[in-house]
Structure formats: C-alpha cells, structure tokens
C-alpha cells in the first residue's frame, strides 16, 4: 500500500532563516510525489509535483523540494523564510491503485516567528 | 474564473438531519473529489468521480452518498447526520491522469460541519 509520512507535527522556524518540512513515502510504483499548502480558513494550493527528471523542483512562492530516492524523501524546503510562510503543508503521493488518486499525510504545522 | 467552489460554507445540523453539500468547478476537469479533514488525521478522500454520471468510493465512504448528474458538479450527501461527521469537507478537481501525466488537484474554500 502506498503512503507518505510526515514526521513533525509542528516545525519552528525564525523569520531569514532557512526551512525544511519533511516527507517520507512508501510505494509500489514510480513515486509521484506533491506539495501542498493550506492557509488558515482556506483550501489547499499546489506548491510544487515530482513526476520525473531532476531531483530538485521549484515551486511557487519560493519553495522548493529534494527528491531522494534512496532515502525514500520528498523534503520541501525554502532559503529564507517569511512569517507569511506560517501554515499548514501536506505532502502527498500518486495512488497507483486507484485510478490516480493522491494520499495525504497528516500535515505539518509551519510557524515562522519574527 | 471562480475555480472550485463549494456551498454552504458552515452548517450545524442535529444528530439524525439529512444535508447536501454543493461543489461546482469551471475548469472542464473530468476528476472530482470530496475529502474530510480532522485534526491529526490529515484529509481523507471520502468518495471521487471520474466523469460525469460516474463515483467511486474512497478510503471512508461510510455515512455518505455522492452523486455526478453534471459534469461541473459533485454532490456530497449525508442522509443521517451523526457527531462522528463534524469535520471540514474539502471538494477538488483535477483533469484526468493518463499514463505518466499526473495532474494537481484543485481546492475549494471548504465546508465547516458540525453535528450535535
């Protein structure tokens, strides 16, 4: 069965220093891999999709994410971080079984503090 | 361009009341999805289509009814409410993966449920 974990339930970050949201995956085919993120009060927004190529992916509003296959990740990060950063991200994973549709995990709590 | 677009957004019902939630999307997606979302559980699909006067269920469909009359809506029913169904319910659309093109699934605002 196909799944993603994201171990941290809340990360802490100060305002201009760097960020890293962690994902770890488990499936059976070729890992196509997605972020999201959800504002207070909001839907969730695409950030960024691993399908194939480099293993590195940039996304919007300055986020990026490494792909290791070896260590089973799909870690999102960003350089400098913004207090406006601070909301909830999912990482989720193609489920191959079931006509494409995506499985979540359970979502990690960002708060950028000034 | 509204995107995704899902009606009411707060409802409090009784244990034992009957509702419908509306999702509308017009961006010609084939794919629809309703999802919940609780605390420490992450989103979790409930049931999905993929086109119109066709669902599926998904990973929690129990308590719950859907239907696809149109292609740009997607109808998610309870027909006997109970306090276990408080959660957010999340609509989303995507077009329709093919072989290796997998497409990201587009959100709505959300519906905020609660059962008493």
């Known amino acids: 069965a196909q799944s993603v974990a994201q171990p941290e339930d809340q990360v802490n970050v100060a305002e201009g220093n760097p960020l890293t949201v962690k994902c770890t995956y488990s499936?059976?085919?070729?890992?196509?891999l997605f972020w999201y993120v959800q504002y207070p009060n909001r839907g969730l927004q695409f950030l960024l999709k691993y399908i194939t190529g480099d293993n590195l992916v940039k996304g919007s509003y300055g986020f990026e994410a490494e792909f290791n296959k070896s260590q089973t990740s799909f870690h999102l990060k960003k350089p400098s971080a913004l207090v406006s950063d601070s909301a909830l991200y999912f990482c989720?994973?193609?489920?191959?079984?079931?006509?494409?549709?995506?499985?979540f995990g359970k979502g990690t709590k960002l708060s950028v503090k000034p | 361009n509204a995107g995704v677009t899902q009606t009411p957004k707060f409802r409090v019902l009784k244990t034992g009341q009957s509702m419908t939630l509306l999702c509308a999307q017009d961006m010609n997606h084939e794919y629809m999805y309703w999802y919940r979302q609780d605390p420490g559980m992450g989103l979790r699909l409930i049931h999905y289509?993929?086109?119109?006067?066709?669902?599926a269920k998904g990973e929690v469909p129990d308590g719950y009814n859907v239907s696809r009359l149109k292609k740009q809506n997607f109808l998610l029913g309870l027909e006997s409410a109970a306090p276990s169904q408080t959660s957010v319910y999340f609509c989303?659309?995507?077009?329709?993966?093919?072989?290796?093109?997998?497409?990201?699934?587009?959100f709505g605002p959300g519906t905020r449920l609660t059962v008493t």
């Open positions: 499936v059976s085919g070729n890992p196509y």
């Open positions: 289509s993929v086109g119109e006067g066709t669902t």
């Open positions: 989720a994973v193609r489920d191959w079984g079931s006509q494409g549709n995506l499985i």
């Open positions: 989303a659309s995507s077009h329709t993966p093919r072989g290796d093109r997998t497409y990201e699934q587009y």
